[in-house]
């Protein structure tokens, strides 16, 4: 018996057990990378067992190289397929930067082409990741990339890059009985558009499982990825949650002859929008290929996911959407809060003093339009910061989404948000926003869009639908706000 598969585009066939291989990072082996023969040997008895579809990152140490010495290694014209992410920081993405980080991805592994290549940004109030995608594009054309996918994208983003002609197949992110954040506004997008979820964290790094059950809550985990999936945990309520929800899953994993493992695993692919989910391996240690292979003999019938519903209600929902756990609180990630990593990052705009008014700047964004008409992106006086009237403008005068009134909301706000914080504001410090609609037919798509975006902290707001913009947009949006001492200078 082999792992049932799914095709994720057409001709792009997966196992719908993907072998993760984020336990080959350094940083899970106390700094010590595997020696790439042994562990290409490794990979190839997974792959001759079905489980050939491999998933890595640019960051997790020597997988591409490993895999790429199994994929040397490969007698069969049929090769496994090699998942990869790029993760760059943010700032410009020109052509020649993102054909050399896709390049860097194909050299480590030893092909000309990348099966699927999954792109992550960091923070979306830097524009450029749309550059990126839009050049990842061309690449594929070229052939470089065989299918381009997402990593750690919540709905509204999913939805602008796909709105923005991206043609993306998957969006990776967090998926458990414990975050069950891709259940939701996602799954609607991924409906929306046909795009499928490739699916990690299902075991919660192990939490979900017999081995936990009626066990009590460790003082201290070891590696990376318990460290972050006991933040999950926590932020759905604590320890006594998971043994609800362990219990439940425990009497059903009973009634069918299977592990706890295996129940919260088949919940996450009995989901239509999920192509796949990611099981880590631990290359040359415990592999657990049998056991996972029980996920394709029986399914949860209506009584099953009673139990489990009945448990999630003892839960409290994971903050925010898919992804927000790496870009604001609470930052459920393994190495804890991310604030300064991400404030050292380069911004898309920066502050302007105004030699001749103390305590006031500028920025400007690079519209066309804002030296001809005299006018900044946003000015801070004092405590006080104004945005002027801000569309779907990207760089000098390419409008982003065309005809989507929602997506070019989302980016929008993010422009907004971007200039507010150059100013040494925060976003939580908009206390007004008008939005200017073109039609009737925008007005629920922008609604929804800035409810998304302000479902903590919402603004006053008047909404106007005015008839007419100038050019091709949908929506214009225009913010004011109070910088807070507590967050000001």
């Known amino acids: 018996m082999q792992p049932d598969r799914k095709d ?4 792009l066939s997966i196992s719908r057990i993907l072998t993760g291989l984020w336990q080959v990072a350094d940083q899970e082996r106390d700094g010590k990378q595997m020696d790439p023969v042994a562990g290409a040997a490794s990979l190839t008895d997974y792959a001759n067992a079905g489980f ?9 140490g020597s997988a591409e190289l490993i895999t790429g010495e199994m994929l040397r290694r490969w007698k069969s014209e049929t090769r496994p ?15 020649d930067i993102v054909r050399a980080g896709v390049q860097d991805r194909l050299d480590r592994l030893g092909v000309e082409r990348v099966d699927l290549l999954q792109f ?4 979306f109030e830097h524009p450029a990741w749309l550059d990126a995608l839009h050049e990842m594009t061309k690449l594929r054309a070229e052939g470089l990339i065989g299918e381009i996918g997402v990593t750690n994208f919540d709905a509204a983003h999913l939805d602008l890059a796909l709105a923005d002609g991206i043609p993306l197949v998957s969006n990776q992110v967090s998926f458990s009985l414990i975050d069950r954040r891709a259940a939701g506004r996602l799954a609607d997008t991924c409906r929306k558009h046909d795009v499928q979820l490739l699916a990690y964290g299902t075991l919660c790094g192990g939490f979900l499982s017999d081995r936990w059950l009626g066990k009590a809550e460790p003082d201290a985990v070891a590696d990376w990825s318990r460290s972050k999936y006991l933040r999950f945990i926590k932020a759905a309520g604590g320890w006594d949650v998971l043994q609800t929800i362990l219990r439940a899953a425990g009497g059903i994993a009973r009634k069918h002859g299977v592990s706890i493992s295996n129940v919260a695993t088949r919940w996450v692919l009995e989901h239509a929008h999920v192509a796949g989910v990611i099981v880590g391996a631990r290359l040359g240690e415990n592999q657990h290929r049998d056991d996972n292979l029980k996920l394709f003999q029986f399914e949860l019938d209506a009584d099953d996911h009673a139990m489990l519903d009945r448990a999630f209600a003892t839960a409290s929902p994971i903050p925010g959407d898919c992804g927000d756990e790496y870009r ?18 380069p911004t898309a705009m920066e502050a302007v003093d105004d030699p001749e008014v103390p305590g006031r700047a500028r920025v400007f964004s690079g519209s066309l339009w804002e030296p001809i008409a005299g ?6 006086d004092g405590d006080r910061i104004v945005v002027s009237g801000t569309t779907a403008t990207h760089g000098v005068d390419r409008t982003v989404a065309l005809d989507d009134a929602g997506a070019q909301t989302t980016y929008i706000l993010d422009k907004i948000a971007a200039s507010v914080r150059a100013l040494g504001g925060d976003p939580k410090d908009i206390l007004r926003t008008r939005m200017y609609l073109r039609g009737d037919e925008d007005v629920e ?9 302000f479902t903590t902290n919402p603004p006053a707001n008047t909404t106007f639908l005015v008839g007419n913009l100038i050019g091709d947009f949908r929506v214009e949006i225009e913010a004011e706000a109070t910088v807070r001492p507590s967050r000001g200078e």
């Open 8 to 11: 994720l585009a057409p001709g």
């Open 120 to 123: 992550h940004w960091w923070s």
């Open 445 to 453: 798509a922008a609604a929804r869009a800035h409810g998304f975006r």
């Open 375 to 380: 006018y900044c992106r946003a000015l801070r």
């Open 328 to 345: 604001e609180p609470p930052f459920l990630t393994a190495s804890g809060d991310l604030s300064h990593h991400l404030a050292s990052m």
């Open 52 to 60: 050939d579809t491999f998933d890595m990152a640019d960051h997790y």
């Open 81 to 95: 397929k090699a998942f990869t992410k790029w993760c760059p920081e943010p700032g410009p993405m020109t052509p």
